[in-house]
């Protein structure tokens, strides 16, 4: 998943006039980009671990951000004329909990003799994306329009530990799965003059490789304040549909975006 739409790109001049001299040439060297970003993930979806039944996942920004233990965000770009490359990384932890009751535990009269069992599910995820994009020939001076692949590497670490109400043991069950998922996409940046820009990444990926389908979508809208700071503030949404023997995870990551990045 790469953000390209964290990246500002460099700054162009504005559109020249009939009468203007002809633009000068885009430099033909490498730059680069380092940007540290914020995501303001919710989380929909499922996670199943071994033999215990499977765990509905339904946490907005605000759950996550009190169950969250830790993250780091962060992502690398370097363009040319016509090539670029972006790397990607996110890790996070979080963990929730629910009491799962039976059917006939909600009458009043049973409640007290069937106090359900509390379930404590417990995620720590790894993500990193490469991916490599070339220009395609409908770009102009003030619009890059790539045709992108690379690679989506995950690793999910799921827990889940269950305490029936009326027996005093803990059942606990944890996994620990990797894949890696090839991806392809566009991406494209808009330079709507030498401060204001406009990005956005697509692809879809998985084709059982590794899991069954991912996707992503991002756009933003950033401000380049100088010539080696830009901001940019946006939405970002990744789905994934693993599955493999004794663990499932089908969930969608979405939320808003904000970031700021170096350029050199």
């Not at 990005?199 to 950033?222: E, K, P, Y």
């Amino acid at each position: 998943m790469g953000l390209l739409a964290t990246a500002a790109g460099a700054a162009d001049r504005p559109a020249a006039t009939p009468a203007a001299p002809a633009p000068s040439p885009q430099p033909s060297g490498w730059q680069f980009q380092a940007t540290a970003y914020g995501w303001a993930t919710a989380l929909t979806g499922e996670s199943r671990v071994r033999n215990l039944p499977p765990v509905s996942i339904d946490m907005s920004f605000g759950d996550l951000l009190e169950k969250l233990n830790g993250a780091v965000m962060g992502s690398f770009l370097a363009k040319n004329d016509n090539w670029m490359i972006l790397t990607d990384l996110i890790w996070a932890q979080i963990s929730a909990d629910a009491l799962v009751k039976l059917p006939g535990a909600r009458r009043p009269t049973l409640a007290a003799l069937l106090p359900g069992t509390q379930v404590e599910f417990k995620m720590r995820q790894l993500m990193a994306s490469a991916i490599a994009g070339y220009r395609l020939p409908l770009a102009s001076r003030d619009f890059d329009l790539y045709a992108t692949a690379g690679i989506r590497y995950q690793r999910m670490t799921g827990k889940i530990e269950a305490t029936p109400g009326l027996i005093p043991v803990t059942i606990s069950n944890s996994s620990v799965e990797q894949w890696a998922d090839p991806i392809i996409g566009l991406a494209a940046t808009w330079r709507i003059n030498d401060r204001w820009f406009v990005n956005a990444i697509a692809d879809v990926g998985g084709f059982g490789v590794g899991s069954r389908f991912t996707t992503q979508g991002f756009a933003s809208i950033g401000y380049r304040w100088t010539e080696s700071i830009s901001t940019a503030f946006g939405y970002r949404a990744i789905y994934t549909d693993y599955r493999k023997d004794d663990f499932t995870y089908r969930a969608t990551q979405h939320g808003v975006f904000s970031s700021i990045a170096y350029h050199f």
